[in-house]
């Protein structure tokens, strides 16, 4: 309905060009994605994007790198501004040409990345666009976003979507692009009485582009909490319950996909449609198929209604412990007795609907537990085993903390710990999940330890450029005990099936800065974060991962990141986008080589 206003906005003249432009290279033809380029004679010129910039009200952006001020002038007050947000998730989701992860604003050799972490005195030269998109349009409204996808289809131009950046697969960027900017999209509303077929419930309607960090305290004002992620920085509405969803609710209320209600979505003909569990046919296995099967391939989201929950007291444990001498053979002791005690709780932990997050490395023992209610004695009881084995390595580490207290809401547990999280980066990681029988017995137990260290040393191997590099070496394994446990009437939802028996989330990270980068490491990071799943992925044959923190690397990345869904979406694809409008890295109806615009995966060393 909208597309049909926007083209005509266009003018005749200019659709005719367009369509002469494209001819014979619009359609997906055995497996073959082609998008135009700036350099193609397809392009649109200035007056055409002038023209399709009035139809929607000036909201085109030309993209710029966020550091690029600090090429121009490092002593400019651009710079200084640039400087003081450049690790800041808030900034740089902010920002059109910003990524969190400076990888993935990067093609090749072609980056505008400055240093703050390990600076030099070396002048910044060459700044390059590197992978992000050529224009975005800032949208406020539906009609904005089904203007640009018929624009985009017309020229036949990638789309990238794009509401905070958090992205480990670099979705969110495209070079040659035309990025649709939902961040703005900032609607908040609750509902008492959420209405869908014969079935209310209260509810949220969150526009795509609201932030935890917002819409958290929003919830919290109506004695209501949500579904949500684990960094306040990440957009709660958009491309995370896409993925699945996994946070800190998950045990209890499962997943972000499975509390959506309905969404607003602007499909690959640039129309809008609303969808819930009471469509039918083909928006039926739409609905299905969105809410799980991973971002940016579906259409553009713009808005979603979530569950609405009771306010909940918590619990929080929290235990750390940091190592004196991290080459000292005791480490490998500790670190073995450490998970071994977290996973003989986990089943005990699962069945009080509790979430944990643990982290590990040579450096430093931690974890927290959020136990839903407010029974400090019966918390306690539960995480002891762990809580002994800090005790038990007192004198190993040079400083270790306990700390139990009750609160009267997750967001204020959540407010009570600090959000040090930085960004800024290069960073890749990979990840698997972890079956509920291997944590049975002892025996089992011990098989899934001794994988989990492996990968550590895997990562980050003794004697490797890396392991000489604190900063690398001391990045932790993050283990989530995040998902859907036992959940009963769980709604249909393209999740992996595999989050059905998972008890943790294992992952490995790796990270570099632009001089770091200077030392020729990366390639060996690169590889070595990969090989670190490894393992795990020996361990858990046919099993897999959450979509959104998987390994942009990954072989199998259609069993890891769908499961058995991926036949069915993938039908689901073909119908709904053909032509591949949307296409991301390793999302459903993806080729290996196929689409033109993935050319910097190739060249960039990921």
């Given amino acids: 309905m909208y597309a049909a206003a926007a083209l005509t906005a266009l003018g005749a003249s200019l659709l005719a060009t367009a369509s002469t432009a494209i001819a014979g290279g619009t359609v997906v033809s055995s497996g073959n994605i082609t998008y135009c380029t700036p350099s193609q004679s397809c392009w649109p010129n200035s007056r055409v994007w002038s023209a399709f910039n009035s139809t929607i009200g000036g909201r085109l952006i030309k993209v710029v790198p966020v550091a690029k001020p600090c090429y121009d002038d490092p002593t400019s007050d651009a710079c200084l501004a640039v400087e003081a947000g450049y690790y800041d998730p808030y900034y740089r989701s902010a920002t059109p040409g910003a990524a969190q992860y400076l990888n993935w604003e990067t093609c090749g050799a072609a980056n505008c990345q400055i240093d703050l972490v390990d600076p030099t005195n070396a002048p910044l030269v060459n700044c390059s666009i590197g992978r992000l998109s050529v224009y975005a349009v800032n949208v406020s409204s539906n009609a904005d976003v089904a203007a640009a996808i018929a624009f985009a289809r017309t020229y036949r131009i990638k789309i990238a979507v794009k509401n905070t950046g ?37 509810a949220f309607i969150f526009g795509s582009g609201v932030q935890t960090y917002e819409a958290t305290p929003f919830a919290d004002s109506y004695n209501k909490s949500i579904t949500q992620g684990d960094c306040p920085s990440v957009g709660v509405a958009g491309g995370w319950w896409t993925g699945g969803g996994k946070g800190p609710f998950g045990p209890l209320y499962g997943l972000g996909a499975e509390n959506v209600l309905q969404f ?231 999740v992996h099936p595999a989050w059905s028996d998972t008890y943790w989330q294992v992952t490995y990270s790796t990270g570099w800065t632009k001089n770091i980068a200077a030392l020729g490491v990366e390639p060996e990071l690169a590889a070595s974060v990969s090989s670190a799943a490894d393992p795990l992925r020996e361990l858990t044959p046919g099993g897999g991962t959450y979509l959104n923190e998987g390994d942009v690397n990954e072989e199998d990345w259609q069993g890891a990141f769908f499961g058995s869904n991926y036949a069915r979406l993938l039908d689901i694809k073909n119908k709904w986008d053909p032509t591949r409008v949307f296409s991301v890295w390793k999302g459903v109806g993806w080729v290996e080589k196929a689409d033109s615009s993935d050319y910097c995966y190739y060249e960039d060393i990921i």
């Fill in 166 to 202: 958090h992205d480990y697969h670099g979705r969110g960027n495209a070079p040659d692009s035309l990025t649709i900017w939902t961040h703005n999209l900032k609607k908040m509303e609750y509902v008492p009485a959420f209405t869908v077929g014969k079935t209310s419930s209260p």
């Fill in 264 to 494: 607003t979505i602007v499909t690959a003909d640039a129309i809008v449609r609303t969808l819930n569990s009471a469509c039918t046919g083909d928006e039926a296995d739409l609905f299905w198929a969105v809410r799980g099967g991973g971002g940016g391939t579906w259409g553009v989201v713009t808005e979603v209604v979530f569950k609405a929950h009771p306010i909940q007291p918590y619990v929080g444990v929290l235990f750390s412990g940091t190592l004196a001498n991290h080459s000292d053979p005791i480490v490998d002791t500790v670190l073995n007795d450490f998970l071994t005690a977290l996973a003989t709780v986990q089943p005990k932990v699962a069945s009080l609907s509790a979430y944990g997050e643990y982290y590990f490395t040579p450096y430093q023992v931690s974890g927290e537990y959020f136990f839903p209610g407010n029974n400090v004695t019966a918390a306690k009881k539960v995480a002891q085993p762990v809580l002994d084995i800090i005790a038990k390595y007192n004198s190993s580490f040079s400083a270790s903390s306990i700390t139990i207290n009750a609160f009267p809401s997750y967001l204020t547990l959540a407010n009570s710990i600090p959000d040090d999280n930085i960004y800024g980066f290069n960073g890749l990681i990979s990840s698997r999940f972890v079956p509920k029988h291997y944590f049975a017995n002892s025996s089992s137990i011990a098989a899934a330890v001794e994988a989990i260290i492996e990968g550590y040393y895997l990562n980050v191997p003794p004697g490797s450029p890396q392991s000489e590099i604190d900063v690398i070496a001391s990045a932790p394994v993050i283990i989530n005990a995040g998902g859907p446990m036992d959940l009963q009437n769980r709604p249909a939802a393209a």
